[in-house]
C-alpha cells in the first residue's frame, strides 16, 4: 500500500496529545451507559481519543467494546450519557449524517458488483457527480494497490484483495473518523500481519482517526497508539501499548494482554524502592513504585522474556532464585517456551531465544532448572 516505503518513527515518537493538558479529545465518551434490558453492555464510561489517534479497543467478547464503536457509529443510542465528536453532541444524529464510516468484519461487499462499483456505491448514494466519483474511485484503488482488479468481482479476489476493497470503499467519503470492527479477523496469520503495518502507513498518509476494536493483543499493540483494556463494559486501563505490557495496573490487566506469571506473595518488608516479598516458590526482590506495607497480600507479575533458565544454580546471594521441574516446552522457531513447575505448583514461564542451531544439549522435560531475574524485571500488583 502507499507509504510502505516510508519509516513512521519520527511522525509517531513524539505523538502524545492525551500528555498535553491544553489538547482537546476529538471522541468524547462523557459518562457513557449501554443496556439491554437487564444486561449492561457499557457501564458509566468515559473516554477522550484524540485527532489522527490510532486507538485499539481490547478485550474478550462480551465486554462492552463493539457496542462502543456502534453506539459511535449511530448504530446504538446511548441509555445514558453522551457522546461529542468535535465538541458536538451526537445525540440524535443519524449514521448517515456523521462524519464517521465504520467497516465490518464481514467486510458486506456486494457480491453483484465489481470492484470499483462496491467503492463508488456510497458516493453514488450520496449523489456525487459521475466524473467525482470516477476520480475518486481512481485514488482509492491506487491507495489500497488493487488497480489491476477494478472489474473483478468480490468472488473472484482472495482474503485480503476482498479486504482491501472494503477498507477503499470505507475510506472513499473522506469520514473523520474511521471505525475498524475485527476488520482483519477473516485473514491468515502472515497476511494479518502485513495488513497491519499497511493500515498504519494508510492511516498516517490520510491523517485520520482510526479506533479498532480488536480481541488480538498483538493486532492491538502492534497498531495502536493507545488502547483500552476492556472488562464487563468498563476501562481497566487506557495507556500506549508498552505502558499496558510493561505496567499493568492490574492482575486482569496482566493476564489479559500477553504471556506472564502471576505469584502470590505477602510483603515482608520496604527499604526505599525494593521491596522484599515472602511467597512459596522463595524470597522475591523488587523495585516497586508503590506503598506498600508489612504484611500486605499482592502479585508478583514476569513476563516470560524477562527470566532466566539454567542448569546450574546462580552464585550463591544472587537475588531472585527459584527452582522447578521442566513441565511443558514447546519449540517455536525464534523461541522456545518453558513451562516450569515451582514448589507451590505454580507454572512459571520463560522464553529463550535460539540464537544458534538446535543441540542435543537443550534442557528437557521433566529436567530441575534454576530460575532467575532481575530486581527491576517484574512488576507488583496490589489489585
Not at 453522551?82 to 465490518?104: E, H, Q, T
Not at 470499483?116 to 456505491?121: G, H, L, R, T
Not at 497476511?191 to 498518509?205: A, N
Request: net charge neutral; aromatic share 8%.
Amino acid at each position: 500500500m502507499a507509504g510502505a516505503q516510508k519509516s513512521l518513527g519520527n511522525i509517531r515518537r513524539n505523538f502524545d496529545p492525551w500528555n498535553d493538558p491544553a489538547a482537546k479529545p476529538l471522541i468524547e465518551f462523557d459518562r457513557v451507559s449501554k443496556r439491554f434490558a437487564d444486561f449492561t453492555a457499557v457501564d458509566d464510561l468515559s473516554l477522550g481519543i484524540y485527532d489522527r489517534e490510532f486507538f485499539a479497543l481490547l478485550g474478550p467478547s462480551g465486554c462492552g467494546k463493539s457496542t462502543l464503536l456502534r453506539m459511535l457509529a449511530g448504530f446504538e443510542e446511548p441509555t445514558a450519557g453522551d457522546i461529542r465528536l468535535g465538541g458536538a453532541s451526537l445525540k440524535g444524529v443519524p449514521p448517515y449524517r456523521r462524519p464517521l464510516n465504520m467497516m465490518f468484519q464481514s467486510y458486506a461487499l456486494f457480491p453483484h458488483m465489481s470492484v470499483e462499483k462496491n467503492i463508488a456505491f456510497g458516493l453514488r448514494q450520496d449523489g456525487m457527480a459521475r466524473s467525482e466519483i470516477d476520480a475518486r474511485v481512481g485514488e482509492m484503488l491506487k491507495l489500497v494497490k488493487l488497480e489491476p482488479f477494478r472489474r473483478r468481482k468480490p468472488s473472484q479476489l482472495s482474503g485480503g484483495q476482498q479486504q482491501r476493497v472494503a477498507l477503499a470503499r470505507s475510506l472513499a467519503k473522506r469520514p473523520k473518523v474511521l471505525l475498524l470492527d475485527e476488520p482483519l479477523g477473516a485473514l491468515d496469520k502472515k497476511l494479518r500481519e502485513e495488513t497491519q503495518f499497511e493500515l498504519m502507513d494508510l492511516q498516517q498518509e490520510l491523517g485520520l482517526t482510526f479506533v479498532i476494536v480488536t480481541h488480538d493483543q498483538e493486532e492491538a499493540m502492534t497498531m495502536a497508539d493507545r488502547m483500552a483494556v476492556m472488562r464487563s463494559g468498563q476501562l481497566c486501563q487506557v495507556a500506549p501499548p508498552a505502558v499496558v505490557y510493561e505496567a499493568p495496573a492490574s492482575r486482569y490487566v496482566a493476564d489479559f494482554v500477553g504471556n506472564i506469571t502471576l505469584i502470590e506473595a505477602v510483603v515482608d518488608r520496604v527499604d526505599g524502592e525494593i521491596a522484599r516479598l515472602d511467597s512459596v516458590p522463595g524470597p522475591i526482590e523488587t523495585e516497586t513504585g508503590l506503598a506498600l506495607r508489612p504484611g500486605q497480600k499482592v502479585a508478583f507479575a514476569i513476563r516470560p522474556e524477562k527470566v532466566r533458565l539454567s542448569r546450574r544454580a546462580p552464585p550463591d546471594g544472587t537475588p531472585n532464585t527459584l527452582r522447578g521441574t521442566v513441565w511443558d516446552i514447546a519449540y517455536l522457531g525464534d523461541v522456545t517456551v518453558f513451562n516450569v513447575k515451582l514448589a507451590d505448583g505454580t507454572l512459571m514461564c520463560c522464553t529463550v531465544i535460539n540464537a544458534a542451531r538446535a543441540s542435543s544439549e537443550q534442557i528437557a522435560w521433566e529436567e530441575e532448572v534454576f530460575l532467575s531475574f532481575g530486581r527491576d524485571a517484574g512488576v507488583v500488583l496490589a489489585e
